[in-house]
Every structure is written in C-alpha cells, then in structure tokens.
C-alpha cells in the first residue's frame, strides 16, 4: 500500500493548458506539501498544508493554486501552462509534531509534468 | 535554514566504503542533520538523522564531530543498489513550518 501517492507519474501537454496533479497520503499525517524539481534536480518547496490550512506560500506564481479538500489530500491545479513550469513535482506528508528537523517526511515517487 | 555543501559526484565499487561529507558552517544550535536518498523516478527517502557524535542504523553511519560545521555518510559495503543522489539536510524543528532546503546532492555511481 503506498503511503504518498500521485497521480499521474507523467503528464504531456501543450502550452497553455490547465491540468491538475493529485495527492493522497494514508499515513494519517496531517500536513502536506508540495515540492518542485528542476532540471538541476534542486528540491524548492511550493506549498505546505496542515489540516487543509495553508501555511507556506512560497514565491509561486499565482498560476499554481493548491487544494486540500481534506487533510489526507492535495492537489495541484496549474492554469496556463508555460514551458518553464517542466519539472518533477513531489507530493509529501508528515505529523504535525513528528517531526525533528528534516525526519519524519515521506515523499510520492513524483509527477514529471512536461509542457511542449 | 543552514546551507549545505557536498561533492557533485562521487565513483565507488561493490563491496567497497563509501563516505560522503557535508558542510554545513552556519548550523544553528537547534540544527538536526539529516541524509536523505533519491533513486531516479523516486521521491527523496530519509536515511539517517543526527544532532551530534555517531548514529548508526541498518543501512548507514553518522559521524558529526564536535563543532557540528560537518557530517559524514558512511555507506558499509556499497552495492549497485545504491547508486542514488544522496541529499544533506539541515533543519530545525519547524513542521508545517519548515521549508527543507535540499542543495544539489551528491550522485554515487556504484560500479561492478
């Protein structure tokens, strides 16, 4: 059973479309994130959740709008698709209160979104 | 949060040891340090954590010396298995909060 996982794992489409990525994580975690990976393979945090409460906003255009409709889910919803948004994005979870400084997190296994 | 620095690459073979040291100057003193390890197509996955002196688990070791300004992942006996990216992190407790900072990581490429 896995414990964060995403869907889709690959995602092609054309410049300026609108596509979502989904999240679900059965840890019983109650904080979520999203992350993005670049092409150099650095790991920036987008957003981060807890019990559907945004509490990080990183400097992400306004194209990105995360939801949680509860706190076992998050997903990503992209508006206007440029090229520059390609990169793997990682969901992850973690307990409020678990962790201790960088442990406790669990990271899906990402969706490679590819715009053309 | 402290900024890290490790090698970009590193070669190794089976069976051998493999270490792998970070930087971390401006570690505060509510700073854990934590490796993580990627496999391509993977999400990163926590190895090992450690405040001070030496961890050990099943898969790896620790070694943080006094002044904390460095750590080491040693790797016993490494298979091709364990060709990954190998991130080092440093983060205080922070949770929803915390906005990990992962660094370029060092890619281990195990040869037969």
């Known amino acids: 059973d896995t414990a964060v996982s995403q869907t889709p794992k690959y995602l092609v489409t054309q410049m300026g479309n609108d596509k979502s990525i989904k999240c679900e994580q059965n840890?019983?975690?109650?904080?979520m994130y999203w992350y993005k990976q670049d092409s150099k393979k650095f790991l920036k945090i987008m957003f981060s959740?807890?019990?559907?409460?945004?509490?990080i906003n990183e400097t992400v255009p306004n194209r990105f709008s995360p939801k949680s409709p509860d706190k076992a889910h998050l997903n990503l919803h992209i508006n206007s698709l440029e090229l520059g948004d390609s990169a793997v994005y990682f969901c992850?979870?973690?307990?409020?209160?678990?962790?201790?400084?960088?442990?406790?997190?669990?990271f899906g296994s990402g969706t490679r979104l590819t715009v053309v | 949060l402290a900024k890290t620095t490790q090698p970009i690459s590193m070669d190794s073979y089976e069976g051998q040891e493999v270490n792998i040291t970070c930087s971390h100057n401006n570690i505060a003193t509510n700073d854990y340090i934590t490796w993580y390890q990627q496999f391509p197509s993977q999400g990163p996955r926590f190895i090992i954590q450690?405040?001070?002196t030496k961890v050990t688990n099943e898969v790896a070791s620790l070694f943080i010396p006094a002044d904390r300004k460095s750590s080491t992942l040693s790797l016993p006996r490494v298979s091709l298995s364990d060709t990954a990216v190998y991130y080092c992190l440093v983060a205080p407790d922070g949770g929803a909060t915390n906005k990990l900072i992962f660094g370029t990581g060092t890619l281990l490429a195990v040869q037969p």
């Open positions: 450690g405040y001070k």
């Open positions: 840890l019983g975690h109650d904080t």
């Open positions: 959740y807890n019990n559907k409460e945004l509490i």
């Open positions: 992850a979870s973690s307990q409020e209160g678990g962790t201790r400084g960088a442990y406790g997190y669990t």
